[in-house]
Structure formats: structure tokens, C-alpha cells
């Protein structure tokens, strides 16, 4: 396919109210997102992205530079013939990983729309050769794929088991109240953002109130190695897991809290490609990944991180940058995979937005805790342009 003409918006979207982690608080969710067009169809993608370097280094002005200087001159105008070419297109520059991934993604959903299937079936039209190999069946290998293996693309879910991420809170009250709202709403998983002063009392109050909840906390970085006693306590409270405790470029210091408490660690800020998942499978430093896809640069390396954390008996899951309606699909589509088995950070639209930018709500069945993945072409949602206007600040 030619692309042939490449959009890009930033966009300012008001959150129902502030998300605080450990490093910060937004009030609104900042993001690039970008269309990219081919024989008559649009693919979107998001990079979501914060004003200040709070999560990966990158920022709203960095994601632009990267995008207007590099990335969309080497994409414009070029012939692709499969959307994991892209990865490669862009090999030429270092990181930037978010960048990257927002036109990544818009290839991937144009090609899937070009294709006539949504996302997550098209995902079942690719195979691994090795672990760094991915490339698109022809007729011939699909016949030897089906007959002699077992390729982790196909089987695809149509719904998504998903849970809610809980900001930091001022009170305990507060944040049982908090809890109980979304309990009722059905989320069946509860993720609680943890720093230095709000860790194990908040975590013992809501197990204590919920025995049977699952429940788990990410600490977004903000512990050391010294705090090994509020771990080993941790320990104490079934937890799913603890999410990204120590420094968000460690590897080692991980692989020796995990050898001393039986809570499992999940990786999220550490993990930002397929080498970084080589090594902590090696190292054993975590025994779940959370797998963001704008976070490891597109979908071609998350297929290959899903593909080698299958193999090594690693769960995955599926993280959120509480991204649009857009970046939600595309989750969504993500999260269908086979070896995403632990509950998504996708939640309902109504937990963070009023209004979106696609033309439909992403809803919860509150029934089991669920979010169908969208059935129609590509992404499977409809943007909705006017609202992309709406909220378009550059
Ligand atoms: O660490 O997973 C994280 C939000 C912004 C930045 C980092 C993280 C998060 C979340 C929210 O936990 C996930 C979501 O609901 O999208
Ligand atoms: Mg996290």
C-alpha cells in the first residue's frame, strides 16, 4: 500500500478527574494522534504521550520533533507491503519508542482495513519464523504452519478480561469508597498506584474490606531495595502482583526482590523491547509483563514480545497510558491475543472521559468484568472527527 498522505493532531482531552501516580498528576490526557491514508482508507494510531517525562523520556514536543523530522518524512510516499516493515523503516532512530508507535499502529489498522478483517484476526495471518523474525504466511507455509504447529497468533479472545487502575488517594475512606464504586460498577480487579507513604495501609484496608478481591499494586518506580521489609509484609496480602517497584531501568535490583518474596513482580517502565524481554526472561527478574504497545514501539515488537513470553512461560497483560478511544481499541485488539491472561488496564471509556473521539463508548459488561474487542474492520471503531477538532489544540 502507498502512503499517501499523513495527518497529525495534538490533542488536550479532559479527564473526569486528576490521575495522580507516583511522579506525578495529569488533568487532562495529552496525546498525538496521527491518520495515515491509503487507497481511500484512513489508519489511526496514538502516541500517548505527557507534557513532562514522568513515565519514559519522552514528551509531547519530542513526540512531534520525532514524528514531523524523521519518522513521517521516511513513511511519506513510501509502497509497504506488510505492516512489520515499518519497524525496521524506523530502526534509524534510537528509542522514541511512543513516537513511533502511533504510525505504527495507523499502518497496522490500514492494513487490516485494506484486508476487510478487524486487527485481531489479521493478527492470525502472521507467523514466527525465530525469535526476531516475524513475516506474513503465503499459501504455501500457512498449509505447513496449520499441519506441524501450534502459532501463538491465531485464537484470538473476543473479549477482554479488564480491571481499573486507582490513583493515588488522600484518605483511606476516600479510597474504600473509590474501590466500592468500581466494584459495583463490576470491575473485578483492582490496581492500586502505591508510593513510599501509601502502600501498606492503603493495600491492608481494601484486602481487608475484599478477602476474595483481586488486587494488586504499582509502585511506578518509586521504591529501592531498601524497602525489602515493606515488601516482604506485602507478601501478607495475596496480592497479583506488585508492579514495577524499583528504579524504571533496572532489571538486576528486581531479579533479587523477586528471589525474596513469593508476591509476583510485573515489569511495565523496564521493558521497552524485545531485548529487554530477552534479558529479564533470562534473569528472571519479573514473572509478568505488563505490555503496553506504545510503550515497546508498535505492534510488531509486541507480537514478538507476546510470542517470546509464551514461550518462556512469562504472563502478559495488557497496560494503559489512559489513552482515547483510539488508543483503547487498538488495546483492545492487543489484549485478544492468547498469552494476555491476567486482567487488562482497559477500562470503560466513563472511567476517565465524558466525551471521546470516537464516535461510540467503550463499555464494561459488568456481568464478568469484560470488554468486547470491536468486530468491524481494523481499529473496529469509528472515529469521530468533529470531536477530534473539538480537542485539537495544535
Ligand atoms: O504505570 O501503568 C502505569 C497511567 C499512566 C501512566 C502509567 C500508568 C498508568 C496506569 C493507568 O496505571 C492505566 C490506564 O487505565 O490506562
Ligand atoms: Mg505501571
Not at 98 to 104: E, G, H, Q, V, Y
Request: glycine share 4%.
Amino acid at each position: 500500500m502507498k502512503i499517501e498522505n499523513i495527518e497529525l493532531y495534538n490533542l488536550s482531552m479532559p479527564f473526569i478527574s486528576p490521575f495522580k501516580f507516583s511522579n506525578g498528576e495529569l488533568l487532562n490526557h495529552t496525546c498525538l494522534i496521527v491518520a495515515v491514508k491509503s487507497e481511500g482508507l484512513t489508519g489511526w494510531g496514538e502516541c500517548p504521550v505527557f507534557t513532562q517525562p514522568y513515565y519514559t523520556y519522552e514528551t509531547i514536543e519530542t513526540a512531534k520533533h520525532i514524528l514531523q523530522d524523521f519518522l513521517i518524512p521516511k513513511l511519506l510516499g513510501k509502497t509497504i507491503n506488510s505492516p512489520t516493515e515499518i519497524r525496521d523503516l524506523f530502526a534509524f532512530v534510537r528509542g522514541h519508542n511512543m513516537a513511533k508507535s502511533a504510525l505504527d499502529c495507523a499502518v497496522w489498522d490500514v492494513f487490516a482495513k485494506a484486508e476487510n478483517v478487524s486487527l485481531s484476526t489479521f493478527f492470525s495471518q502472521f507467523l514466527f519464523n525465530s525469535y526476531d523474525n516475524i513475516s506474513r504466511k503465503d499459501a504455501k507455509t500457512q498449509s505447513l504452519i496449520v499441519d506441524s504447529h501450534n502459532f501463538s497468533l491465531s485464537n484470538t479472545r473476543d473479549k477482554v478480561k479488564v480491571g481499573v487502575s486507582v490513583s493515588l488517594t488522600q484518605d483511606i475512606d476516600l479510597l474504600l469508597a473509590k474501590v466500592e464504586d468500581f466494584v459495583n460498577q463490576g470491575y473485578q480487579r483492582i490496581k492500586l498506584k502505591i508510593s513510599p507513604d501509601w502502600a501498606l495501609q492503603p493495600l491492608q484496608a481494601v484486602r481487608k474490606k475484599y478477602p476474595d478481591l483481586m488486587l494488586m499494586a504499582d509502585a511506578n518506580s518509586a521504591f529501592t531495595l531498601d524497602d525489602l521489609p515493606l515488601f516482604q509484609k506485602l507478601d501478607d496480602l495475596n496480592l497479583i502482583m506488585i508492579e514495577q517497584p524499583l528504579a524504571y531501568d533496572d532489571l538486576l535490583d528486581h531479579r533479587y526482590l523477586q528471589s525474596r518474596i513469593n508476591t509476583p513482580i510485573c515489569l511495565d517502565e523496564s521493558i521497552n523491547s524485545v531485548h529487554d524481554t530477552r534479558l529479564s526472561i533470562e534473569l528472571k527478574s519479573a514473572q509478568v509483563i505488563n505490555l503496553k504497545v506504545s510503550r515497546v514501539g508498535g505492534i510488531t515488537n509486541a507480537l514478538e514480545i507476546h510470542h517470546l513470553c509464551q514461550q518462556a512461560g512469562i504472563k502478559l497483560w495488557c497496560g494503559g497510558m489512559l489513552e482515547s478511544g483510539i488508543g483503547r481499541a487498538t488495546n483492545l485488539h492487543l489484549a485478544s491475543l492468547p498469552n494476555f491472561l491476567l486482567p487488562a488496564d482497559i477500562s470503560a471509556t466513563n472511567r476517565y472521559f465524558r466525551e471521546d473521539i470516537i464516535t461510540s463508548p467503550i463499555e464494561l459488561n459488568p456481568q464478568d468484568s469484560t470488554i468486547n474487542v470491536p468486530q468491524n474492520v481494523g481499529i473496529g471503531v469509528e472515529v469521530d472527527e468533529k470531536m477530534i477538532s473539538k480537542f485539537t489544540i495544535k
